[in-house]
Structure formats: C-alpha cells, structure tokens
C-alpha cells in the first residue's frame, strides 16, 4: 500500500517552471471582504483488501439533514463503492467554519450526519467514517499545502467566487477551501473521490498540488482521479426544477430532507412543480420539473424511466405524483428511523467515530510524517 522513501532529497527544489503557479497578477486577486472495507484494524503493512483501489470522500454537516439530492448525487455511490473499493469517508467539521456557525448547532449535526451516514448503509466493517476534527493531520497538511498554492490559483476557484459573493463575512479560510480540501484526499493516499459536478475544480487542483510537491521532494502524494456520479446527474429543486436542489435555496418547499416526516414528503411531492401538458414523459428542456420528477422515481424504485413512462400512459400528474410521494416516503421513513435509533444512543455512536479517526489516523499519520521529513520538518511529537 503506502511505500514510503524517507531518504531527504538534496539538492535545489524548484525550477523557474515549479514557481510559476506563485506569480501573482493583480488582476487574480479576488476582492475579499472581511467585516472588509475497508480498512480495518489497519496498519500500513496490513492493507484493507489487497489490490482494491482507495476512495475519499466528504460531506460539510452544515444542515440537520441531507436531501436526496446529496443521496442520489453522491452519498449513495458512497454506500456502493464502501463493498468494491478501500473507502474511507469524511465530515468535514473545519470545513464548515468557513461560513459562519453555531458551536452547538455544529456539535450536534456532526453526529446528525454521522447517523444518517449509518442509517443510509454505510457499515463500519466495510469502510471508514470519521469526523474531521478528530483526526489533526488535516490543518497540519493543509498548511504545508497553502504555502505551495498560488494566491492567484486558489483565486480561480468558482466556487469561492461564488460563495463570497453571497456571503458578507469572506473569510481567508472560504479562500483556502479547497487546499485544505485537497490535504483531506492527498493524506490518504486517494485514488478516486467521488464527488458531485460542482467539486470537479477542487479535484484538479489537488491534482496539481499532488504533483507540484511530488514533482520537488520527490513521490509523496498519489495523484487522485475525480470520479463524478454521472448516473443521477444533479437532482433539481422540486420548486423551482431549474435550479438543484440546494440547502442553500430560500424555501424548503422543493427540498425533500431524507429526515421529513412521510407526510411533509408527500405535501411537498404534490406540491412539486410540473409543466404545461398532461404527459409524463421524460424532456429535460421541455420538462424540467416531470423529468427530474422521473428521475427520483426512476433511481428510487429501481425501474427504469422508460418503463414509467409506458406505466403513466395516459394517466395525469396526479396519479403519477401519489405514487412517486408514497415510493420517497416508504425510502426515507426507514432512514429517519434508523438515524434516530443511533442518535438515542450518542455514546456508542461517538465510539464508532473515534474509532473511524483512529484507523484514519493511522493512515493519515504516515503520509503526513513524510511529508513533513520531505519539507525538511521535525516529525510531531503527539501528547
Ligand atoms: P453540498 O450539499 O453542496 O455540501 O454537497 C454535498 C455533496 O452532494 C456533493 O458531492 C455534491 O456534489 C452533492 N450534491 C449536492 N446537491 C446535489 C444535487 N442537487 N444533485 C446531485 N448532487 C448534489
Ligand atoms: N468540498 C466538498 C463539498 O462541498 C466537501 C469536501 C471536503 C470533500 N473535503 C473533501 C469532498 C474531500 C471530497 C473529498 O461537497
């Protein structure tokens, strides 16, 4: 798995081509306002399943529940892949203080979200969750990594762009996001994140700060590939079905939380926006809201869009609508319910999360130990 070559490396680090990515043009600077399977009982000799290939991925807590877009887009390929790949998985609680937040509020939904994880199917014998937070590798190889990002690259990130320009309060930890982002995959040694469309930047940069630091100490980091859930593709807002359904969207109308009671389900289903005519057939530009509709009926009950739209023949919305309300309800009635079942009991569910961190730890400790004697550091002295 991990081979590691601690030797230090000698002579320059850098050409005139590695620092170009430190050039700052004025123009880049953003406006910035401030006020202005497995893997367990695992040691780096004793690799989780031999041969399988290792996954990261992470989720901000920053919600009391995630939304079926957040399942179909990419939690349940998380459940998937935790059975065919070495799966390690990751709230990332110091990700979500970059907007601003509530100590208890977050507190709170980290476990919110560490049950639901467990509740949708994730299995602590087949992958590894954890909280950020808990595993302290993450700042320290963020910082490592900042200090080898240009000001100007991290400056091209849309996202940024786009959430400091929603938020009045821009903070120098919203702008360096995606780095620490980017230690979250690199220290373990990735080879695929499975992420949602709008992650695919960060994805190229981490690759480029993969290889900018292999490229000047030497074979550190694994350059990881982005693997982008195409299937479902983005889930649509059941309100408004031209934008994705989005915690930060300004009504819950159209937003279905996997944690809403059946008959909030329902009222919101019937509620849902669909187009002029009577058909249920599925055209994304003609039929926005029918087809999204399609689609979570379709990736829910396992049946193809096609055969639902010959099933629906002549029927109208109405019919359509109750049953898919009833298949959304019977899938996330068992999921509140088993959510709720780990949060009645937050002792055992904190166990399993320390225990997540400790196996993530212990990866996460190697690859930082190397990087840190490759920069020329002293190794940390833990406790
Ligand atoms: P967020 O809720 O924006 O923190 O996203 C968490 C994960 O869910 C990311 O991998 C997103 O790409 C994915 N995601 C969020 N909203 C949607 C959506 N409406 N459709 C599909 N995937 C989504
Ligand atoms: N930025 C991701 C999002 O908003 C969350 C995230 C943080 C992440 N660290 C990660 C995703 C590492 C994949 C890998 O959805």
Not at 42 to 59: E, Q, Y
Not at 132 to 151: A, N, R
Not at 310 to 329: C, I, M, T
């Amino acid at each position: 798995m991990l081979l590691l070559r601690l030797t230090p490396t000698s002579g320059s680090i850098g050409n005139s081509h590695d620092r170009d990515w430190m050039r700052v043009s004025a123009r880049s600077l953003p406006s910035c306002r401030y006020g202005c399977g497995r893997i367990a009982n695992m040691t780096t000799t004793d690799p989780a399943v031999p041969g399988r290939s290792r996954v990261f991925s992470g989720i901000q807590p920053t919600s009391d529940s995630f939304h079926l877009g957040n399942y179909l887009g990419a939690l349940r390929s998380w459940v998937d892949m935790q059975h065919t790949h070495d799966a390690v998985y990751c709230i990332v609680d110091l990700h979500a203080i970059t907007i601003s937040h509530d100590p208890k509020e977050l507190h709170q939904r980290c476990r919110a979200a560490a049950a639901q994880l467990f509740a949708i199917g994730l299995d602590p014998e087949e992958c590894t969750l954890f909280v950020q937070s808990q595993v302290p590798e993450h700042p320290m190889l963020s910082w490592m990594l900042e200090c080898h990002t240009g000001f100007g690259e991290a400056g091209r990130m849309t996202q940024f762009k786009d959430k400091s320009s929603k938020n009045e309060r821009v903070t120098v930890g919203l702008f360096t996001y995606p780095v620490l982002q980017a230690a979250d995959v690199l220290l373990y040694q990735a080879n695929e994140v499975p992420v949602g469309e709008d992650q695919r930047q960060h994805i190229e940069l981490m690759r480029n700060l993969a290889q900018r630091f292999n490229a000047t100490y030497g074979d550190t980091f694994t350059v990881p590939n982005a693997h982008i859930v195409k299937a479902t593709g983005t889930v649509q807002d059941l309100a408004e079905p031209e934008r994705k359904m989005s915690k930060s969207a300004s009504s819950t109308a159209g937003i279905i939380d996997l944690l809403d009671q059946p008959n909030r389900i329902r009222k919101k289903i019937k509620s849902a926006v669909t187009d002029a005519g009577r058909e249920i057939v599925y055209d994304v530009d003609n039929k926005p809201g029918v087809s999204n509709l399609l689609t979570i009926y379709s990736t829910l009950a396992g049946e193809s869009v096609a055969d639902l739209e010959s099933r629906y023949e002549g029927k109208g919305y109405g019919d359509f609508k109750k049953d898919l309300a009833e298949v959304v309800a019977d899938f996330c009635a068992p999921i509140a319910e088993r959510t709720n079942e780990y949060l009645d009991d937050v002792t055992e569910l904190d166990k399993m999360l320390a225990q997540g961190a400790q196996k993530a730890h212990a990866i996460a400790a190697e690859t930082l130990a190397n990087a840190y004697s490759r920069v020329g550091f002293r190794q940390p002295v833990y406790g």
